[in-house]
């Protein structure tokens, strides 16, 4: 996508400087922040304290953090131990160990002198692959908006909820939720984005709000709490989110508070959709409530809020009384049964195992 005149991946690799460079979001909206991981520890730390984030992501950081470890130390120990550190950065996102195991069996089978270069092109493919998913995803997903927007009278626009971030910035590219938003618009699709603000952390406030306002997409942001009122009164007419884990029986596990979206759909009618590339299928889990590991992060993402304040200085300011404990919980599981349908690169599928395999079909098999 593009940043004033310039096209941006959410990460690449620099010929020119020899360097992977990430879009440092911790940042946005307020400075745009390019910059170089220069080892593992960089790459760790860039996952763990989310100066990258979304699944998709995670997975393409990941996969460029083991081809800079092969530069540095290309033996079996060190692709063993990249595995098992990386691992650890973000437990609940499946791109994380699915970009990890690729890495490693493509690897494991060279001699070490091999690697680095091997595991460079891995990484651009991975990347690659993820930014073309992404594009098939919005293209399945445009048909849902087209078909809205068949039904709406002149000059109402298509009114799509989202949550928390699932746009360009959560992906190498395009984005999982928002690729069929920008393909409708590019088409000339009259929209609307309602977008949530995701607490803790502000993703929808901080990173889609600025996506769509980049992109010139017309948008209102809400608080997380108002989709069931948006929802009560008309002004939502689908629901499109993103996942970071889909088990093989159609659970979605996204950010907090997804699931109270989906109650609010189905009690009032709307479809609600979950854009999601095949590396987030989970085909070894089926039950999401007691298969997927929910990541808990630091409660002072729920008892501070850390933006810029009116002298244009970013700060910190606690919004809780001193003291107060907190917990953080990451993520969420929808049930399969409150998912209209997935939407993957090869189509659009009922939340179920039956719908998955009907697109993959491969995985029958194994």
């Known amino acids: 996508m593009k940043v004033g005149n310039r096209h941006y991946r959410s990460i690449w690799f620099d010929e020119a400087a020899r360097r992977v460079r990430v879009i440092d979001q911790r940042w946005l909206p307020h400075e745009f922040r390019v910059v170089d991981l220069r080892n593992r520890d960089d790459f760790v730390t860039a996952i763990a304290e989310m100066w990258v984030r979304g699944a998709p992501l995670i997975g393409a950081t990941a996969a460029y953090a083991v081809a800079v470890q092969m530069l540095l130390d290309p033996s079996d120990l060190s692709l063993e131990e990249s595995w098992e550190i990386l691992l650890q950065t973000r437990p609940t996102a499946i791109n994380l160990r699915w970009a990890l195991d690729d890495m490693r069996s493509h690897l494991a089978p060279l001699p070490p002198d091999d690697r680095p270069a091997a595991a460079f092109r891995r990484a651009a493919e991975i990347c690659d692959a993820d930014v073309e998913t992404n594009r098939l995803i919005g293209t399945h997903g445009l048909r849902l908006i087209r078909d809205v927007a068949a039904r709406k009278k002149p000059g109402e626009p298509v009114n799509i909820l989202t949550h928390c971030n699932a746009g360009w910035l959560a992906t190498v590219d ?150 107060v404990r907190a917990r953080n919980f990451a993520f969420d599981v929808t049930p399969a049964r409150f998912v209209t349908g997935l939407i993957t690169e090869r189509g659009i599928c009922k939340a179920s195992e039956a719908g998955l395999l009907g697109l993959f079909p491969e995985r029958a098999a194994a």
């Open 174 to 323: 395009w984005g999982t939720a928002t690729s069929p938003i920008y393909q409708a618009a590019a088409a000339g699709i009259d929209i609307h984005v309602w977008v949530d603000e995701t607490r803790p952390r502000n993703q929808g406030a901080h990173l889609t709000a600025w996506e769509m306002n980049s992109a010139g997409i017309p948008h209102s942001l809400v608080v997380d709490n108002a989709g069931g009122h948006l929802m009560q009164h008309g002004l939502v007419d689908l629901v499109i989110v993103g996942s970071d884990r889909t088990t093989a029986d159609g659970d979605v596990c996204n950010k907090i508070g997804t699931y109270l979206k989906a109650l609010a759909a189905r009690d009032n009618g709307v479809p609600f959709y979950v854009g999601l590339p095949s590396p987030t299928i989970d085909w070894t889990i089926g039950d999401g409530l007691k298969g997927i590991p929910i990541e808990e992060r630091d409660p002072e993402e729920v008892t501070r809020v850390f933006g810029v304040n009116a002298s244009g200085d970013w700060d910190s300011v606690r919004i809780t009384p001193e003291g």
